[in-house]
């Protein structure tokens, strides 16, 4: 039937349908922001970086007219991003599932750009006592055996991946009240392990940020070499802005771009939000101690 024969009534409610619909489906695709007024469009997907602002430093200190359209997404859902062909590069921290990726030749050019740590951050009475453990599948062990409550992100990213090879390493499958299935991201994680009081895997930069607004957490484990945490950047081989893409991984790597990793959020937090590449310590080994129980 023509939309004009039916009732006033139902067409309005038809036409707020379609048009509710059609707007649905294009912020599905729409990307978080863009970065720049002039030139061609790279489309970027990543997490952090982005909500923290170091992929707008990384674009405006790119010497040539550029546009980045950031979509925000984990690591687990900008590989599929990269996959699907959406966006034509990708920063993420999944070692083992970058390297299918390259391995099954959807992505390319695994490029090392920097990296941050994970704290193991907690409720400032520490329950479970992780105060005293020399490795975190100890520590991730005493909160399973405690009952002590942990938010996780639940969201396939690469924090939660990271927490799932810990968990696996502690030889733990964790479950029950304790343990909170949240799916956010990692600010608002932070934010619902605030408060709950509960433990929380944190990346150090979103930490560094939010820190003084987290008045029940406080780092309770760093510095085990399964918490080294390093970013590598991925281009789509077959996109149609594969050679920009190229060229923005190369000035991520660069000189200009390293600069900007190593001195992003320096001014204001005293201290940069991350290392440059060649300040990520000792990756190789790194990535042998996250991976070896798989992603």
């Not at 599948?137 to 990271?162: L, P």
């Not at 003084?212 to 080294?228: K, T």
């Not at 937090?269 to 990756?283: F, I, K, N, R």
Request: aromatic share 8%.
């Amino acid at each position: 039937m023509p939309l004009r024969c039916l009732h006033p009534c139902i067409l309005a409610l038809a036409l707020a349908l379609m048009f509710a619909w059609s707007a649905s489906c294009a912020d599905e695709t729409a990307p978080t922001s863009i970065y720049g007024e002039k030139g061609p469009i790279l489309r970027l997907a990543t997490g952090s970086p982005g909500e923290l602002g170091l992929v707008e430093a990384l674009a405006r200190a790119y010497p040539g007219p550029l546009r980045v359209a950031w979509y925000k997404a984990g690591s687990g859902a900008a590989l599929d991003m990269l996959r699907a062909g959406e966006v034509d590069l990708v920063i993420v921290h999944a070692p083992a599932a970058e390297r299918h990726a390259v391995e099954a030749g959807w992505a390319a050019s695994r490029t090392l750009v920097g990296g941050n740590r994970y704290y193991l951050v907690g409720p400032s009475d520490d329950p479970a006592g992780l105060d005293r453990m020399d490795q975190v599948t100890e520590a991730f062990r005493r909160i399973a055996a405690s009952r002590s409550a942990f938010v996780s992100r639940a969201d396939d990213s690469g924090t939660h991946r990271r927490e799932l090879q810990i968990w696996r390493a502690a030889g733990v499958e964790p479950g029950g009240p304790w343990y909170r299935e949240s799916g956010l991201f990692m600010s608002a994680g932070l934010r619902r392990a605030n408060e709950l009081g509960a433990y929380f895997l944190t990346d150090s930069s979103t930490w560094l940020t939010l820190e003084e607004e987290l008045d029940r957490l406080r780092v309770l484990f760093d510095g085990d070499p399964r918490l080294v945490n390093a970013y590598h950047a991925l281009i789509a081989p077959r996109s149609p802005a594969v050679d920009l893409a190229r060229d923005f991984v190369g000035h991520l790597a660069g000189p200009a771009g390293q600069a900007v990793m190593s001195d992003h959020g320096r001014g204001r937090h005293g201290e940069s939000l991350y290392m440059a590449a060649a300040a990520v310590p000792d990756t190789h080994a790194a990535e042998r101690n996250t991976t070896e129980d798989g992603e």
